[in-house]
């Protein structure tokens, strides 16, 4: 017997608990079988009107003389997790801003650093079988013989502690294990992912898919 296919869609939303960041729903919605089930979704109370991101991630790469390449990170003690993290930097949109303008915003307050913006994704989704969190990645460039780079300052807030950790580019997947094999520390799967790219990138471009069955 086949099923009957429906375009699946979100009936209602109701709020189940509302905290100053985060709210808890539950979500009805009907199925691709056109049945009428329910979810629990987690939203944040913060996003913009102006925009479906509610943040932004920087793939930072800080460009010197006579150094590699490095990527910025940040490394922070994530209350969620109950221990640090290493991410890109990263922050929420303010009302009325730009991803490129929070980007470069959030990674002077992050890091000191002051960069330009090469590019930017669309909005992407986080953990879309939890919540409706969202983000778009902006790719910066550092000019780090700029003097307003060479000594950076960050900006933190208060109640914000953020190290910075640089890795470079051509190691970057090799220097993040290294990180996390010391211990306590869980690495952004937007990170890894990206490293993991980089590694193809690096040193299998031109690979034959030989064992492929
Ligand atoms: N779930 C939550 N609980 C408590 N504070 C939160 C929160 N989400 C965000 N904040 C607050 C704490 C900081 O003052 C600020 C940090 O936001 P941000 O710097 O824009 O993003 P990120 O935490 O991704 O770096 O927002």
């Given amino acids: 017997m086949s099923c009957p296919k429906t375009e699946p869609h979100v009936l209602k939303e109701e709020v189940l608990a509302v905290g100053k960041w985060v709210k808890l729903e539950r979500t009805t919605y009907v199925d691709p079988a056109g049945k009428t089930r329910t979810w629990e979704t987690a939203k944040r109370t913060t996003r913009p009107t102006n925009t479906d991101a509610d943040g932004v991630g920087i793939i ?81 460039n550092i ?33 993040i294990d290294e990180v996390v094999q010391k211990g306590n520390i869980v690495v952004d799967s937007k990170v890894y992912i990206y490293a993991m790219g980089m590694s193809q990138a690096f040193f299998k471009p031109n690979e034959l898919p030989v064992l492929k069955q």
């Fill in 60 to 140: 930072a790469i800080l460009k010197r003389t006579l150094h590699r390449d490095c990527i910025v990170m940040v490394k922070q003690f994530r209350p969620p997790m109950g221990c640090h993290t290493l991410e890109f930097p990263a922050g929420l949109i303010d009302n009325d801003e730009s991803a490129e303008t929070a980007a470069l915003r959030e990674l002077k307050e992050e890091t000191g650093y002051k960069g330009e913006v090469v590019g930017v994704t669309p909005v992407t989704c986080l953990d879309p079988g939890l919540s409706n969190c969202t983000t778009q990645i902006v790719m910066v």
């Fill in 143 to 175: 000019n780090g013989d700029d003097v307003e780079n060479v000594n950076p300052t960050q900006q933190l807030g208060e109640g914000e502690f953020v190290e910075v950790i640089l890795l470079p580019l051509d190691e970057f997947q090799k220097k």
